[in-house]
């Protein structure tokens, strides 16, 4: 587990939509998942990735934190970055997992509808 700072503070972020943003505070630490690792190879990739989630510093928002839906308390977003749709999810606990990368889009809605739940 890897300890997170907001870097948005308490001010409105551009870059986090409603859903991202009533969750961002409480987020202090984040796992990555074994699949993810596999997914993303590349560590240089992978950690890069991971900090254009974290940091709220990129533009494109509407690619960064894209609400997909909630499985339980657990609330699922994606990004997508490089042309890579990453999943990831705030946990009830509060602690950001980032679940999956993927390039082609029928791998990703097939996750999402139906192998979400095994993550859980």
Do not use: W
């Not at 900090?51 to 977003?77: A, R, T």
């Not at 980032?98 to 509808?113: C, H, K, T």
């Amino acid at each position: 587990m890897i300890e997170v700072k907001n870097p948005c503070g308490n001010l409105k972020c551009d870059n986090c939509n409603s859903h991202f943003m009533q969750l961002r505070p409480g987020i202090k630490s984040f796992e990555i998942s074994k699949h993810f690792e596999r997914d993303l190879k590349n560590k240089i990739e992978r950690e890069d990735i991971i900090e254009k989630i974290l940091s709220c510093k990129v533009l494109e928002h509407e690619q960064l934190h894209k609400f997909e839906k909630s499985v339980g308390k657990n609330k699922i977003f994606r990004a997508k970055i490089n042309g890579m749709h990453i999943v990831y999810a705030v946990t009830k606990e509060k602690q950001l997992v980032f679940m999956r990368a993927f390039i082609n889009f029928q791998e990703y809605e097939s996750f999402l509808n139906s192998k979400i739940n095994n993550f859980f």
